[in-house]
């Protein structure tokens, strides 16, 4: 079965179980203690959790999928991993499920997969660990169609750490239970760590009753998936397409958006500039182009310039 089910879903499968795999990683090197930290430059860590969960994914998804081209936050990894590192079967109750027409005949060469091995790096080395998230975004031309947001520190009713959250547009969600936040309220999850007067404008333009100051892009987006929150707003260039190739898609594919400021959808292609320079808006449930017009125009034009 594995090996007619179209390239789409094979690469969500294999998606799905590495980023299980990478998460044991990150829970690995934390318990070693030795996080190996380098700053990247303007206060963006990055760890030895992060190199080693790009180098487990990128080797086990180019030895999987040599034609598909991924692009990774950590820029090139040494691929020549161990054995137990490369991952070599595809989760086998996803590729049960029935692959949407639209993707069906998608080849390799039109895939880019987006890969954040560890999202919320700050929150890692500060023990925030809940807001850690292992991001693969899976973009067919220029559109993200399928992502996966591992959590590898959520904790299971039985104990067992790590849960895995996956999406395909015009399939559905799966790992998860969907709510929507509470009717009545206006909650908005938003950066911890990168606010600025810009940002503070556009958060002031809606009737908040509360504001979850949280890391991870990914993490934002599960407050949203989980009633949470109602809107994701971070006016401000900060996060990159790594960071929500895999968001956008599984908010989308539960009927969510994930857009700019404005609106408009990022482009997920192999040549697109890494920055998502006009900030983001995310909701579910909500009127989307209300969030939008909500924000004064001088604001949302003045993001990014
Ligand atoms: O994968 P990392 O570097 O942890 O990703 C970052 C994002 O790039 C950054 O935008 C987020 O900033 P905010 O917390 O201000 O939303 C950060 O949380 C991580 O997601
Ligand atoms: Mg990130
Ligand atoms: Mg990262
Ligand atoms: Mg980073």
């Keep these: 079965m594995a090996s007619t089910a179209p390239v789409i879903m094979r690469i969500m499968a294999s998606s799905i179980q590495t980023a299980k795999l990478a998460g044991g990683i990150i829970r690995d090197v934390l318990k070693q203690g030795d996080l190996g930290i380098v700053d990247k430059g303007k206060n963006d860590p990055q760890t030895e959790a992060d190199r080693s969960a790009q180098r487990c994914i990128i080797a086990s998804l180019t030895k999987k999928f ?11 990894s040494d691929l020549n991993v161990c054995d137990d590192w490369l991952v070599e079967d595809l989760d086998e109750e996803f590729l049960q499920k029935s692959c949407p027409a639209e993707w069906r005949d998608a080849k390799p060469e039109d895939f880019v997969i987006w890969v954040d091995p560890l999202d919320g790096t700050a929150e890692y080395t500060q023990g925030y660990v809940e807001h850690v998230t292992v991001l693969i975004g899976i973009a067919v031309k220029d559109a993200a169609v399928g992502g996966i947001i591992h959590q590898p520190f959520y904790q299971q009713p039985d104990g067992e750490l790590g849960r895995t959250i996956w999406g395909l547009k015009g399939l559905g969600t799966g790992g ?28 002031n333009a809606f009737p908040a009753t509360k504001i979850l100051k949280v890391g991870g892009a990914g993490f934002k987006v599960l407050q949203l998936l989980e009633g949470k929150a109602h809107a994701y707003v971070f006016a401000t260039p900060g996060c990159k397409k790594w960071d929500t190739c895999a968001p956008e898609a599984v908010l989308e594919a539960q009927g969510g958006f994930l857009t700019d400021i404005n609106g408009k959808n990022y482009s997920y292609n192999a040549d697109v500039e890494h920055v998502n320079r006009q900030g983001v ?12 017009y909500k924000i004064p125009r001088k604001v949302r034009e003045a993001v990014g310039v």
């Design 66 to 76: 040599p034609g598909v081209k991924i692009i990774g936050e950590e820029g090139g």
């Design 176 to 203: 998860f239970t969907h709510s929507l936040a509470p009717p009545g309220e206006f909650i908005i999850t938003t950066t911890r760590s990168h606010s600025n007067a810009l940002h503070q404008q556009a958060l």
């Design 281 to 292: 808006l995310a909701s579910v449930g909500e009127n989307h182009s209300e969030l939008v």
